[in-house]
């Protein structure tokens, strides 16, 4: 079971790091950048993929922890 939780952590790791990033630059992120910034954006492709195994990896991860 141990294997199995290093395992989802590692890949979850991998997978959060290959995500694109949502805000424009680094002041963005700090001041909350525009309100408007995710209004007409939508993810298509590899982006949805990555986007959904990153909540299913987090989900089996959270699983995976309350068994154990």
């Given at each position: ?51 959904r195994l990153?909540f299913v ?12």
């Open positions: 079971m141990k294997a199995l939780l290093i395992f989802i952590s590692i890949f979850l790791i991998a997978i959060v790091l290959l995500q694109s990033g949502k805000a424009e630059s680094a002041t963005d992120i700090m001041s909350g950048g525009n309100s408007d910034l995710f209004s007409n954006r939508k993810e298509r492709g590899g982006e949805l993929f990555i986007t990153t990896l987090g989900v089996a991860f959270f699983v995976v922890c309350i068994v154990m």
